[in-house]
């Protein structure tokens, strides 16, 4: 039985060792995900955090300067909680609404890349990166998806940038 | 019309499918033959039905019927004809419809030809399949039908997205959803073998299904990573997307069940690792379907929420439930006998990687649920970036291929040490050589070379196991080639997966090199402006605009040098598809086994005069795709039938050579479709050629300094080969081609009769042709000249090149009538390109 006693230890050795590597990385390297208007309340204290915020674009603000490259754009805040999405109507439904309510929050993005393949009127972008203290949000990384035509059709990394 | 028959065969194959299972359920209770053969027919039936209710939906594409709702949605009247085709799948109903007649398929397939294991299962499992495809089948003509009309009939369709025609994506579906769906004989085979107690059958019958679905789960991951490299310009391959983890988990679970099944079937015991990871493939498989379709999981790439997800969820809990109260009441029958459990045993070394792949699943499972984990455990909600999953996985993956390199050194219980004493030499050197190589050409990084370190044992130990078999045969006076042939068709299960290893070792040089040294820079760049990133400089030549073709390309012509060499052109591409007001950004690669140039055109400005380039460098990625090619031919030969000839009588024996021999074509050609698809669609033209070696007053000329088009050309005096003197301005024609060369480049050997036969052409139509070589020996340029019959006048020079600002050579310049640049091509011309540049420059 001794065999199989280090066995065992050894086996729960790795669980261990993942489950303390799953914890540290959700500390430090997970992004908090929130909706615009938890970004606000929080006010200061976002400054110093990694953000995953999501959105729907506001068409009309999009703006390429492709000789920085850098895109700024404006998104509406949609409900982060997906069964509150589903009352609402549905994601494009809601995405919908988003930009047409004058008042839903609002925050400017700013994108030093590229301008993304799909980032065009209601769809719904995804962002990661910092809140600045100019109250726009700096962009690392934004997906995108448009739900009003290709819900279907986009498997693996269509949207990544 | 069409609409009402494909739902009708659908109707057919959810009638049969449920009929097989109830008449073979009952053959089983009554002990009635007559049932079996009913219910077995039933079986081939749904198949039937079903592949034609496909081949309905394929007529339906091909004939433009846009009456069907799913059809209007998913292609147009423009489409290629094999993106119509391939439009089949490009949904979730038609994947769904596809899913259940592979279902059916697959369950007829395993009543067809039994093997002599899988007989005394065979009732059992064709009920569970039954089962199974009468559930997919049920989802797909109730909620989710592919004929159901379209409330408006358009008169064209909205078309496939743009994103999705490319040949990667074709058969990326279809290999995954084979993988899904084979993942499902070997769940069924094992819970018939728990039923009929014949446990001890079950690994050698559920062995080739796993397999097979194992490696078309592979094919499929493969392909989806190529198609986003390729297609997305974003110069990754993997995301951790949730929906991209939903393929990844069953593949892992099944990669492990193949590993579990290998040590029952030698072993014995691992039955419970191995029934219990057959059930969490299954599962995941479901999960995996759930998930992107129900809403739990925040992805911009799930699947819009439909009704699907609470069915799924239903069947999980049916399929988790029965199979945990079977296993209850097999349990003895699952209770391993006696076997080692030493942990540097060949054993204990297999639970270890066991219990790696269930934890890294497990890791990959909760990245992909943590938003709503974290949600209901503490009041924030996290996100786990693709960093989470770097630095979690990470290391398990690493400890995954240090086991896989220890791992067959140890033998039974033996004295591991002195096995590693006596085998372990060529792991060792492999641990050395692999980081010390990685840090002589540069990769220095320490994480990497530990990265390096390891994968360079488990290499070694591949690497070595396979030599030994080889020299073991050698000495016995076979021929190396031979030896090799044998050593691989002898044992196949044993040494492809020596070569399924390596391929995964390869694959992991990809993806260290690809993780700790990718170089990402963009740069805006004028006409005939360069960059430089590391060794390379990249000119930009010109935008090309077409706007007459749907989608409006827009190329971008990128030369690229290498210590004044000239590579190549690569030529990034953005698409504009009117009817989606959508842009594809389509990257250009240039390949090394070092690594990949990669550049994509992510927009311009002054009209074109400027352009905005996304440039990376993804140092080892050809390791990435290569590993890949030989992760599939392992897994190939690993599933090729062994030839147990000797047992059987000579027409059986012809018959097996002749099936194992066709096996090997159909394996041959799917391995080059896969070459293929890696390899034939990056946007680049292949032209490499040299300077001559630097001294003797050699151009080396800045980029940029070369005259612009419509530009004055410099003038210049020239003596031709035969003495005779040769002016630009003196030429007294309308339009001259000035061609730059050198007899050691071979692109420019190939283009000289290309620029003959142009000459030919237009000679007596005002055209003047002048070849320059680069300064060369006189004798080399006469003979190449002469070799291949150029008879227009053709000259040595040194400063000609320089005022032209010649970078590399080949390049070709047209000047017009008023002596000003009018055209300039980098590399080789074709003469139909030249032609058409002359026509338009004569037309003026």
Not at chain 2, 734 to 758: G, H, K, M, R, T
Request: net charge negative; proline share 6%; with cysteine.
């Amino acid at each position: 039985m001794k065999g199989k006693t280090k066995l065992v230890v050894a086996g729960l050795l790795i669980v261990a060792a993942v489950a303390y590597l799953i914890v540290t990385s959700t500390g430090s390297t997970a992004h908090y995900f929130l909706t615009i208007e938890e970004v606000r309340e929080l006010g200061e204290e976002a400054w110093e955090r990694r953000l995953t915020i999501s959105g729907a674009v506001l068409g009309e603000t999009i703006d390429y300067d492709p000789s920085q490259p850098r895109v700024t754009f404006t998104i509406a805040q949609v409900p982060g909680d997906p069964k509150e999405v589903e009352r609402a109507g549905g994601l494009a439904k809601v995405l919908h609404d988003a930009v047409n309510s004058p008042d839903a929050p609002r925050m400017e993005v700013v994108y030093d890349d590229v301008k993304p393949d799909l980032l065009q009127h209601e769809s719904q972008a995804i962002i990661r990166g910092q809140l600045g203290q100019d109250g726009k949000f700096h962009a690392d990384e934004v997906l995108l998806k448009c739900p009003t035509r290709y819900e279907e059709g986009i498997p693996g990394q269509a949207e990544e940038s | 019309m069409l609409a009402d028959v494909g739902t009708i065969l659908t109707g057919l194959g959810l009638l049969s499918s449920a009929y097989a299972f109830f008449a073979v359920s009952w053959s089983i209770r009554s002990d009635d033959q007559r049932w079996w053969e009913s219910g077995r027919n039933a079986v081939v039936a749904a198949a039937a039905v079903l592949g034609l209710a496909i081949v309905a939906l394929l007529v339906a594409f091909l004939g433009d019927q846009f009456s069907i709702d799913y059809v209007a949605q998913h292609s147009s009247r423009d489409l290629p004809l094999y993106l119509k085709a391939s439009a089949v799948w490009g949904g979730q109903d038609g994947s769904l419809l596809l899913w259940a007649f592979l279902q059916a398929l697959f369950a007829a397939l395993v009543l067809a030809r039994p093997s002599r294991e899988t007989q005394p299962l065979v009732a059992w499992v064709t009920v569970l399949m039954s089962l199974i495809t009468t559930f997919f089948v049920a989802v797909t003509l109730f909620l989710s039908n592919p004929f159901a009309p379209a409330p408006i009939v358009p008169a064209d369709g909205q078309g496939l997205n743009p994103l999705l025609r490319h040949p990667g994506m074709i058969f990326h579906p279809p290999a995954m959803y084979l993988g899904y769906v084979g993942l499902a004989v070997p769940f069924a085979l094992g819970l018939a073998a728990l039923i009929t107690r014949r446990i001890d059958e079950w690994p050698a019958a559920a062995r080739p299904w796993t397999l097979a679905a194992w490696l078309f789960l592979g094919l499929g991951l493969l392909l989806g990573m190529r198609w986003a490299y390729d297609v997305l310009g974003w110069g990754g391959y993997w995301g951790w997307d949730p929906v991209e983890n939903a393929g990844l988990m069953p593949w892992l679970t099944a990669t492990a069940l193949l590993h579990a099944l290998v040590m029952q079937d030698q072993r014995g015991g691992f039955r419970w690792w191995s029934m219990s990871l057959s059930l969490l493939s299954f599962l995941l498989v479901l999960f995996g379907t759930f998930t992107t379709r129900s809403g739990l999981i925040q992805s911009v790439h799930a699947f819009a929420r439909s009704p699907l997800g609470p069915y799924f969820l239903a069947a999980m809990a049916v399929t988790l439930l029965g199979s945990l109260w079977l296993f209850y009441r097999r349990r003895r029958l699952l209770s391993t006998p006696e076997s080692s459990e030493e942990l540097f045993s060949r054993e204990g070394m297999f639970t270890l990687t066991l219990v790696l792949f269930l934890t890294i699943t497990a890791s990959v499972l909760i990245g992909s649920v943590l938003p709503t984990l974290t949600e209901a455990l503490t009041e924030s909600r996290f996100e786990a970036s693709p960093a989470w999953f770097d630095r979690v996985t990470g290391p398990q993956f690493a400890a995954l291929v240090l086991v896989m390199g220890v791992c067959p050194l140890l033998g039974r219980a033996v004295a591991a040490l002195r096995r590693l004493r006596q085998q372990g030499l060529p792991t060792l050197a492999g641990g050395l050589i692999v980081p010390a190589w990685a840090g002589l050409a540069g990769f220095t990084r320490p994480l990497s070379l530990v990265g390096f370190a390891v994968v360079g044992l488990a290499g070694g130990t591949a690497v070595g196991e396979v030599a030994r078999g080889v020299l073991r045969r050698t000495r016995r006076g076979e021929g190396p080639l031979q030896a090799l042939w044998r050593v691989f068709g002898r044992n196949r299960r044993r040494y492809g997966g020596y070569l399924v290893h390596l391929g995964v070792i390869l694959m992991a040089v990809g993806v260290i090199g690809t993780r700790f040294y990718t170089v990402e820079t963009e740069a805006v760049l004028g006409t005939g402006q360069s960059v430089d990133v590391e060794e390379y400089s990249l000119v930009f030549e010109e935008l090309e605009h077409d706007s007459q073709s749907e989608p409006a390309a827009t190329r971008a012509y990128i030369s690229v040098y290498r210590n004044q060499s000239h590579l190549g052109t690569l030529r990034p591409r953005m698409d504009q598809y009117s009817d989606f007001h959508q842009t594809a950004a389509v990257p250009a690669v240039r390949t090394e086994l070092r690594q990949d140039l990669y550049v994509v055109l992510a927009g311009w400005s002054e009209g074109g005069a400027q352009a905005t380039l996304k440039i990376f460098i993804n140092p080892l990625a050809a390791f990435l795709w290569l590993g890949g090619l030989v992760f599939m031919a392992g897994g190939a030969i690993t599933l090729w039938p062994e030839p147990r000839v000797a047992r059987l009588s000579e027409p059986q024996a012809r018959r097996r050579r002749a099936w194992s021999t066709a096996a090997l074509v159909v394996g041959l050609i799917l391995l080059a479709l896969t070459a293929w698809l890696m390899w034939g669609n990056t946007q680049m033209t292949t032209a490499s050629t040299r300077l001559p070696a630097q001294g003797e007053g050699t151009p080396a000329a800045p980029s940029g300094s070369r005259p612009r088009v419509g530009e004055p050309a410099p003038d210049f005096s020239v003596e031709l080969l035969d003495g005779s003197p040769f002016t630009l301005s003196e030429a007294n024609e309308d339009v001259a081609v000035i061609n730059f060369w050198s007899p050691d480049c071979q692109p420019c050997l190939d283009e000289l009769p290309d620029l003959q036969a142009v000459w030919k052409e237009y000679q007596r139509r005002g055209v003047a042709f002048v070849g320059i070589s680069l300064p060369n020996l006189k004798q080399d340029v006469r003979d190449t000249v002469s070799e291949l019959g150029v008879t227009y006048p053709m000259a040595l020079d040194t400063m000609t090149p320089v005022e032209y600002g010649i970078t590399g050579v080949p390049e070709t310049y047209l000047v017009g009538s008023e002596g000003e640049v009018a055209y300039v091509h980098i590399g080789p011309v074709s003469a139909q390109r030249l032609s058409q540049e002359l026509e338009a420059l004569l037309a003026e």
